[in-house]
């Protein structure tokens, strides 16, 4: 079992940066493959990004590459996005996940473990 808790969202200019964090209790976090997710209203939940148990493996959605880094922290147990560049339709309530499943992970339906999400919104 693990416990999920999203932050770092807010209101932010197009153009600029945020960081979301993700931290998560427990003392198995580095068992965990890391992802974040978004969903804007009227659309289906989005893969964003994933991480893998140690970090060394990282794999983004096309929309998102070259602009937000997923890292994380096994001794903080904490999973982080950093977005740059944002645009209006990054706007969205941003998830991060986690599940012991391996392989590519972008669909939602393999993260066993959700946090409440943090709205990100991008203004024009």
């Known amino acids: 079992q693990v416990q999920l808790v999203e932050s770092g969202g807010g209101l932010v200019q197009a153009g600029g940066s945020l960081r979301l964090s993700c931290a998560a209790s427990?003392?198995?976090?580095?068992?965990?493959?890391m992802a974040w997710f978004r969903q804007a209203p009227g659309k289906e939940r989005e893969f964003v990004a994933r991480i893998m148990t140690s970090g060394g493996s990282t794999y983004y959605a096309d929309s998102v590459k070259g602009r937000f880094t997923v890292s994380r922290d096994n001794a903080k147990s904490t999973v982080y996005l950093q977005m740059t560049s944002l645009k209006p339709e990054d706007t969205a309530v941003y998830y991060c996940?986690?599940?012991?499943?391996?392989?590519?992970?972008?669909?939602?339906?393999?993260?066993?473990?959700w946090g409440q999400g943090t709205q990100v919104t991008v203004s024009s």
């Open positions: 427990g003392r198995t976090f580095s068992s965990y493959a």
């Open positions: 996940a986690a599940t012991r499943a391996t392989g590519v992970l972008t669909t939602p339906s393999r993260y066993d473990y």
